[in-house]
């Protein structure tokens, strides 16, 4: 399977199983195993590097196991091939995100506006909490 045109994963890392979809389907969902469980050992893939892998892991997120293993779970179509498809292009689309190298976040400052828009709002939330504060009438004061 190619990847992001420059990794190439060997169909013998995929590995594939068929399971009944969750959802509607009437009596079909119970006799036929649509759903697809596509599983990517992306620890001990030799189409990944180090940094590719660390940048998937971050990716994956719930979907990799802790051993490093891709879990992807496709029921979208009615086909066995048709989730097949779709589960192989999520998986790549993900390798393909993790190949992108991550931009470095540049600091910027404020602007006056900004400013004045965030203190201004801290002075209405003020003034809305002054009005719901318990009312003291005068005659108390008196007493």
């Keep these: ?3 992001a045109g420059r990794i190439d994963i060997d169909e013998s890392e995929l590995e594939e199983q068929f399971i009944r979809a969750s959802g509607p389907g009437g ?3 119970n006799k036929v195993a649509s759903a697809v469980q596509l599983r990517f050992d992306a620890r ?3 189409a990944l590097t180090p940094d590719i892998y660390a940048r998937l892991e971050q990716l994956a997120g719930r979907r990799m196991t802790q051993d490093g ?3 992807i779970t496709a029921q979208r179509y009615r086909t066995q091939e048709g989730n097949r498809r779709d589960a192989r292009a999520r998986l790549a689309d993900l390798i393909t995100r993790a190949c992108e190298p991550v931009r470095p976040r540049r600091a910027t400052r ?3 506006a900004s400013k004045e828009r965030r203190i201004e709002s801290k002075s209405r939330r003020g003034t809305l909490k002054t009005t719901r504060a318990r009312v003291r009438r005068e ?3 008196t007493v």
Excluded: A, L
């Design 1 to 3: 399977m190619r990847v």
């Design 27 to 29: 009596q079909n969902v």
């Design 44 to 46: 001990r893939s030799r």
């Design 69 to 71: 293993v891709i879990i």
């Design 110 to 112: 404020p602007t006056r």
């Design 139 to 141: 005659s108390d004061d």
